[in-house]
């Protein structure tokens, strides 16, 4: 009887215990998915930040996204856009990239990641207004270089970097085809609205400084 006992004793502990391993895994797996996300979106502010810094060594107006040999490393989840059309793209389908003289993408690392498409498309900001000048430049909603061929002064650029933080696998093809995770950066302080999650007033955006457009993972 006593063994008995002991034994039912046993179980109920483990009913207990695997009861309380679940409780935590639900505590904790959002955050590990948020710590994933994260970790994702940060090669997209790590590369935009050097792509500022890259196009703000150049004195006069480039013609191409891969300034002061902006390159970023392979095993991209982002595109990466000074013109949303991007009618020349860098193309990282195969083993070695292939470049163009007037590349102004950088495409996705399709050899590492084959299921994701060539360029996502970013998702544009709503409205944002920049200072007189930069407005004057040409400067709006799109990727692209704007301005004359002169100083520093007489040229702006908005670049994006658009990609994909959730998706896991081919069972998971509705997170691949929804709205890009989506982050620009610029030569020019912004006042801009956030899409989504959806800000109500405009948010300062200074020039060189990362803004995330779209959370992908949150929002899908």
């Avoid at 994701?116 to 040409?138: C, E």
């Amino acid at each position: 009887m006593k063994s008995n006992r002991s034994r039912g004793f046993t179980y109920i502990e483990c009913l207990v215990a695997l009861a309380m391993a679940g409780v935590l895994m639900v505590i904790a797996l959002p955050r590990f998915l948020r710590a994933q996300t994260h970790a994702r979106q940060s090669e997209a502010i790590t590369h935009l930040k050097s792509l500022h810094t890259a196009m703000m060594t150049q004195q006069n107006k480039p013609s191409n996204i891969h300034v002061y040999n902006f390159d970023p490393p392979r095993g991209n989840r982002y595109s990466y856009h000074l013109d949303h059309g991007c009618h020349t793209t860098e193309n990282r389908s195969n083993q070695d990239a292939v470049k163009h003289s007037g590349d102004v993408c950088v495409g996705v690392d399709n050899f590492a990641y084959m299921m994701f498409p060539r360029t996502f498309t970013p998702v544009r900001v709503v409205n944002p207004v920049w200072s007189q000048r930069d407005a004057g430049n040409g400067m709006g909603a799109s990727a692209g270089i704007f301005g004359t061929c002169g100083y520093p002064d007489s040229w702006d650029y908005l670049a994006y970097a658009a990609g994909d933080t959730d998706f896991e696998g081919t069972e998971d093809y509705e997170h691949l085809w929804d709205s890009a995770d989506t982050w620009l950066i610029s030569s020019a302080d912004g006042q801009l609205h956030r899409v989504c999650p959806a800000t109500t007033s405009p948010v300062s955006a200074p020039a060189g400084e990362p803004f995330m457009v779209y959370d992908d993972a949150a929002c899908n």
